[in-house]
C-alpha cells in the first residue's frame, strides 16, 4: 500500500491531552520539533490516526496533517537535525 509523507501540527491547551496526543503520534511517525511530526502513512493509516487523535482533542484543541506529495517533501528544508524526507525511516531499532 502506497504512503505519503505527512506534517502533522498541533496545539493542545490541556497538558494531560497534549501528552496523550504526543504518544499517540510517537506510533505513527517522528518528532521534529516541540508540537510537528511526521509520519509516512497511507490512507487508511492516516484514518487511524485521525480517529484515535479525534477521540483526545476537545474544542478548543487544534490538529493540522498536511499531506505532501513526494515532490513537495523533496523541497523540505530543515535546519539542525537533519533527517532524510525521501527515505522510509526503519520502524525499529534492534540492540
Known amino acids: 500500500m ?3 509523507w505527512h506534517l502533522v501540527a498541533y496545539d493542545i491547551r490541556d497538558g494531560k491531552r497534549l ?3 504526543a504518544k499517540v503520534l510517537e506510533g505513527f511517525g517522528f518528532r521534529t520539533q516541540y508540537s510537528i511530526f511526521r509520519c509516512r502513512l497511507s490512507p487508511r493509516m492516516r484514518a487511524e490516526l485521525v ?3 479525534d477521540k ?3 474544542k478548543e484543541d487544534a490538529l493540522l496533517v498536511l499531506p505532501m506529495c513526494d515532490r ?3 523541497k ?3 535546519r539542525g537535525a537533519l533527517t532524510d ?3 522510509l ?3 525499529f531499532v534492534i540492540m
Open 56 to 58: 483526545i482533542l476537545q
Open 76 to 78: 523540505v528544508v530543515e
Open 89 to 91: 525511516p526503519a520502524p
Open 85 to 87: 524526507w525521501t527515505a
Open 51 to 53: 480517529w484515535k487523535l
Open 2 to 4: 502506497e504512503r505519503d
Open 72 to 74: 513537495c517533501s523533496d
Open 19 to 21: 501528552r496523550k496526543v
